[in-house]
């Protein structure tokens, strides 16, 4: 009865996941090439209508308006960046998603297709990224996702990579296109020699499995020459820019302070 109940509440917030479940808005943070100096993609954060975090946000999801939050926060955030001109600028946006709220990939994916076409976002400059990994019910469930998602155009990438179950094991299954370095392993990584050894080897790894590799929460200016001789050239962080609510931040980079 319980997994009928579910799959009720999941048909239902796809069918109808335009009506919030409680307000909230987006802020955006860009993700900067620090090679082509230009932004890669603006990654979409949840936030209160009043600037509260996204802590205050998360903290009003439950088990029962999970999957309408879900999709309220897919339509959000490609609407707001719609309105803020992000296609005209070039770059992606980058959507969080709960891989627990998707019951049919196929299903579920249908109001995300419905309002990109309506404010005529290229499907191609979405990427998603999976959070909360070890919430998947099973590595199947998640290679279903991913395999629809790129049948729509999209691309998936995989947060906090290094950290809980989102390491190596999951990486050797799930064709990622992206991977976001866990901000543990960047913070003052220049003055931690192992650290700097183990993202050296996932830069590397990237070039041989040719994903893009992501390094968040980059805050200092020896972190970032640090990770830049690493060979990284996507970052993101506080040093380029702080997220905008309900805007898009121009990053600086550390050469044009």
């Given at each position: 009865m319980e997994v009928l109940q579910q799959r009720e509440s999941a048909c239902n917030a796809c069918k109808d996941g335009h009506s919030e479940p409680f307000p909230f808005t987006m802020a955006f943070q860009p993700i900067v090439n620090v090679e082509a100096s230009c932004v890669y993609a603006y990654?979409?954060?949840?936030?209160?209508?009043?600037q509260q975090s996204a802590a205050f946000v998360l903290g009003q999801v439950n088990d029962e308006n999970l999957y309408a939050f879900d999709q309220s926060c897919r339509v959000k955030a490609?609407?707001?960046?719609?309105?803020?001109?992000l296609v005209e600028?070039?770059?992606?946006?980058?959507?969080?998603?709960?891989?627990?709220?998707?019951?049919?990939?196929a299903a579920c994916i249908q109001l995300t297709l419905k309002t990109a076409r309506a404010v005529n976002f290229?499907?191609?400059?979405?990427?998603?990224?999976?959070?909360?990994?070890?919430k998947v019910a099973s590595p199947r469930h998640l290679m279903d996702i991913f395999t629809e998602y790129?049948?729509?155009?999209?691309?998936?990438?995989?947060?906090?990579?290094?950290?809980?179950w989102a390491g190596l094991g999951l990486l050797a299954d799930v064709p990622a296109d992206a991977v976001k370095i866990d901000?543990?392993?960047?913070?003052?990584?220049?003055?931690?020699?192992?650290?700097?050894?183990?993202v050296e080897s996932i830069a590397r790894l990237s070039e041989s499995l040719h994903?893009?590799?992501?390094?968040?929460?980059?805050?200092?200016?020896?972190?970032?020459?640090?990770?830049?001789d690493c060979g990284i050239k996507?970052?993101?962080?506080?040093?380029?820019?702080?997220?905008?609510f309900e805007s898009l931040p121009i990053p600086t980079l550390p050469g044009q302070r």
């Amino acid at each position: 009865m319980e997994v009928l109940q579910q799959r009720e509440s999941a048909c239902n917030a796809c069918k109808d996941g335009h009506s919030e479940p409680f307000p909230f808005t987006m802020a955006f943070q860009p993700i900067v090439n620090v090679e082509a100096s230009c932004v890669y993609a603006y990654e979409a954060l949840v936030r209160g209508p009043e600037q509260q975090s996204a802590a205050f946000v998360l903290g009003q999801v439950n088990d029962e308006n999970l999957y309408a939050f879900d999709q309220s926060c897919r339509v959000k955030a490609i609407t707001l960046a719609s309105q803020l001109g992000l296609v005209e600028t070039g770059a992606m946006l980058s959507i969080n998603f709960l891989p627990g709220a998707i019951y049919s990939p196929a299903a579920c994916i249908q109001l995300t297709l419905k309002t990109a076409r309506a404010v005529n976002f290229p499907l191609d400059r979405l990427i998603f990224e999976i959070v909360e990994v070890e919430k998947v019910a099973s590595p199947r469930h998640l290679m279903d996702i991913f395999t629809e998602y790129r049948k729509c155009g999209f691309r998936v990438a995989l947060d906090d990579f290094g950290a809980g179950w989102a390491g190596l094991g999951l990486l050797a299954d799930v064709p990622a296109d992206a991977v976001k370095i866990d901000i543990d392993l960047i913070r003052g990584i220049h003055n931690r020699p192992r650290a700097l050894a183990i993202v050296e080897s996932i830069a590397r790894l990237s070039e041989s499995l040719h994903f893009n590799l992501v390094a968040e929460g980059v805050e200092t200016f020896d972190e970032y020459l640090a990770l830049r001789d690493c060979g990284i050239k996507l970052m993101q962080g506080y040093l380029f820019a702080r997220p905008g609510f309900e805007s898009l931040p121009i990053p600086t980079l550390p050469g044009q302070r």
